[in-house]
């Protein structure tokens, strides 16, 4: 296995030939990658003190952390991060013990916390916040710190969530020939 994509307490990252995750992406543990996703440069993804899911034809672009919140008394499941199919993760986005669900645009920079849930068809603005715990409800654009609805999604824009997955299924594609 590759020193960048590594177990922790025996626990390696699953995935299959169809993703792609580059040389220089750090992804560690108890990591579950779906059909046709890709983990883009310089991502940090650690899997150590809970688990994390990814959907299939996701993308995790460039400078991207997802991490995860461990089990403890006052939290007995912890927060794992579960992120659903045809998502973008926009450059240097934070997601943390949170659930991104189907067909979602998150914003570069943005950042999710733990216990926050993003129901699917949402555009998440870029350097918004989502407090912990906060729900968004489908079918919304979401901006600012902390994250408000701005305005219901355009049929356009529901259109461009699984285009933009896609996009990066084809490019991940020319990577890996």
Known sequence: MNSHIRPYKNISPIFDQSVFVDSSAVIVGDIHL???????????????????????????QDGSVLHVTRVSEQNPKGYPLIIGDDVTVGHKAMLHGCTVGNRILIGMGAI????????????????SLVPPGKRLESGYLYVG????????????ELSFLPASADNYVRLKNEYLA
């Open 112 to 127: 999710i916390l733990d216990g926050a849930v993003i129901e699917d068809d949402v555009i998440i603005g870029a350097g």
């Open 145 to 156: 710190s902390p994250v408000k609805a701005a305005r219901p999604l355009k049929e356009a």
């Open 34 to 60: 779906g059909i046709d996703s890709s983990v883009w440069p310089l991502v940090a993804a650690r899997g150590d003190v809970n688990h994390i899911r990814i959907g299939e034809r996701t993308n995790i």
